[in-house]
């Protein structure tokens, strides 16, 4: 997959309530949640001068904007040239689902819709409040939540939703106290399965690119990072 393929999975499974063209600009109605659901994203192919970002600017204020590395460079180059900073790098990491097909150990992990009050719980805890994962109640079906157990407790949740055989992960949190426990391998696991048994054959997801437990993670059940994302500040 392509990294611009890979952020039209992860965009048509995290969709905004409304999108608003501004130029070259797709602005989301959201201004709160997570800086995908937010931020300001290029339509396919487009490029942008100082002009389109200063109308954007004049629109909202503050605004984040996000750009593909190598697709929207030059897009990126702009936004530098007006003063505008790299606020995170998302590592977009896509692979197989097959190889991570299988038995799983037995309650281990609840695929369900909607989501049961202990993984909105989890989330709550962890930064996640339902601002922030609204989208996922906008998705197109097929969609799951994951509850993940470990040692007869609750040990994480995750979200997944579907687009053109991509299964998608979001909202992706192991507990603090059950990692380095398999837990994080286990919610793929359970993805991978859930997303054969709907079609999918292909596993996606962003992940921060600072965290070094994650990505190797998920390099070690067969993922490989296919590109970047770039979300950019004012100062």
Known sequence: MTPAEVMAAIRATWPPSALTRIGPFDLPAEREGTRRATSARLVPGAAATGADIAAVEAA?????????????????????????????ISDLMTGPVAPLLGDLPRVSGFPHWPPLAICHALWDDHGNDAVRRAPMYRAPAPRTAILLRTDDRAAGALFVGIHDRVAVLHMVLTLPQHRRKGVGLLGLRHAAVWAAANGADTLALPVEADNLAATSLYARAGLTRVGGYRYWSAP
Request: glycine share 20%; no cysteine; aromatic share 6%.
């Open 60 to 88: 909202r204020p503050g605004t984040i904007f996000g750009t593909i590395d190598g697709d929207e460079d030059a897009t990126a180059e702009v936004l530098a040239t007006r003063g505008y900073r790299v606020g995170g």
